[in-house]
């Protein structure tokens, strides 16, 4: 193998890595666009702020750097467990009904959420 051959291997490695890269980006840019539409038209702004916005008892911003993604997907999912693990005294507590939400739907929220940092 000559070293223009090796070269070639190498940037096109480099190459197949940042198209990844970038589409993997792009869809997660997408998924936090339609997370965000999914926490308007779930009302969440009902009991959570987010950038001044809503209902300021129950901050959102930051949340990304405070919770991984599993534990933003749990409080959603299962609210009742999480408050429970969290000693959480919130009143009201959150709804236990967006864990019906579809699969997708529910992903965006988190990487919406994530997001948030």
């Known amino acids: 193998m000559s070293v223009t051959h090796k ?4 940037l096109l490695a480099s190459v197949l ?4 890269a970038a589409v993997s980006f792009a869809a997660y ?3 936090v666009k339609k ?7 779930q009302k969440c702004s009902l009991c959570h702020q987010i950038a001044g916005k809503g209902n300021k ?8 750097k405070k919770l991984s993604a599993d534990e933003i997907k749990q409080w959603i999912t299962d609210p009742v467990a999480m408050a429970a693990k969290a000693k959480s005294t919130k009143k009201p507590p959150m709804q236990n009904k ?6 997708a739907d529910i992903d965006a929220l988190v990487a919406y959420m994530q997001s948030l940092k």
């Open 7 to 10: 070269t070639k291997k190498v």
């Open 17 to 20: 890595t940042l198209s990844f």
């Open 29 to 31: 840019g997408q998924d």
């Open 35 to 41: 997370g965000e539409a999914v926490y308007t038209a």
């Open 57 to 64: 008892a129950s901050p959102l911003d930051g949340i990304g």
């Open 98 to 103: 967006y864990g019906k939400l579809p699969a």
